[in-house]
């Protein structure tokens, strides 16, 4: 059954094409710094948000127009892998990534809910077996559930902490058995409300003893793949245990896991921390902890994760920047935790939304590289730090100083003369190589 009926595979039509349902400015075969387009990129579609979502907000109920919502149950969870194969193929994406509870109901009892997911991954490793399109990451979902109203790991209640732990443990053996080249942990709940009845310290254990049991058992079963943690500063907890990617480091350090995982940043995630996107990837890839990004954005007049589609060029072409600086993807890529807006409910807002947020990462790709190329970052950081290159500056990198032969200096130094940091500068530079991107 062809559920995008009306919908031909989507093609690169460049820059000029006034086709809706064309890439301009993604042609995958295109080679920029040495790469392809689709090398580079590494598209994925979130399952979740794309064939499991509803349009159900707080104040509205579901409304999405979707044609294998007929179905309900097994059925319905056999259709949206006939349709997400379909639009794998007309999207012509190399990977795509889902939560277990996104591809299979849960049922009555845990073993009836591992036997629906065994019927769904065995029809998903079918279709893989023809298609080009692989697992950049899957994993548990330990959020929804009412189980999980005081968190997973971090629960309150050890029965919860083995029932989570019975669930990873699924979702790594589905990893293993679709070839998933990540697997991310997303503490949907793995936090707090108030310290009045946490014993914080305690959760924290909790949190690293879990995460080393999932050590052990993707060693145990051969999972060769790399684990991702994803920040996240709030919503729904108050107090993400998992808040930015500085306090993630920090906690993967102190408990001994900073050799077994990565982060995976998402771009809204960033803001409701405070931060700019090109923020937690720059401080990820300072520590060498950038794996891969879910690529979205939010709207800075609301509060919450609301998940749009990207199609702000400043910060793609920003996020691509840092990310190319840090030596591009590995297993990593750009998945689209990305849904389309309420308004939006028809079937094929789900292939404009993509095509827009994959030509938009294409533009910041192609911008990217060329302000890489012609250092044009990189002159004026390298001017702004000058004074470290010879004299004083030179000996305080080289270990030459100390506060003794600084105090000397400073006594001899006749005045201090700051230079202008040239931000205007800088942006309008960014904006001339945006308006000439081809």
Known sequence: MAYFENIKPIAYEGPD???????????????????????????????WHTFTGTGADPFGEKNMVRPWDKYTGMDLAKARVEAAFEFFEKLSVPFFCFHDRDIAPEGETLAETNKNLDVIVSMIKEYMKTSKVRLLWNTANLFSHPRYVHGAATSCNADVF????????????IAVELGA???????????????????????????????????EYAKEIGFKGQFLIEPKPKEPTKHQYDFDAATTIAFLQHYGLKDYFKLNIEANHATLAGHTFEHELRVASIYGMLGSIDANQGDLLLGWDTDEFPTDLYMTTLAMYEILKAGGFTTGGINFDAKVRRGSFEPED????????MDAYAIGL??????IEDKVIDRFI??????YKSGIGLD????????????QYAMQNPGIKNRSGRQEVIKMLINEYLLNVK
Do not use: C
């Not at 789900?350 to 947020?357: K, S």
């Open 366 to 371: 192609k911008v990217a590289a060329k302000l």
């Open 396 to 407: 305080i990198v080289t270990g030459k100083a100390n506060f003794r032969t600084l105090e």
């Open 382 to 387: 390298e001017e702004r730090y000058s004074s």
């Open 162 to 173: 083995a029932y989570a732990a019975a669930q990873v443990k699924k979702s790594l053996e």
């Open 350 to 357: 789900l292939f404009y939304a993509h095509i827009a947020g």
């Open 181 to 215: 080249e990540n697997f991310v942990f997303w503490g949907g709940r793995e936090g707090y409300e108030t310290l009045l009845n946490t014993d914080m310290k305690f959760e924290l254990d909790n949190l690293a003893r879990f995460l080393h049991m999932a050590v």
């Open 17 to 47: 094409s006034k086709n809706p349902l064309a890439f301009k400015y993604y042609n995958p075969s295109e080679v920029v710094m040495g790469k392809t387009m689709e090398e580079h990129l590494r598209f994925a579609v979130a399952y």
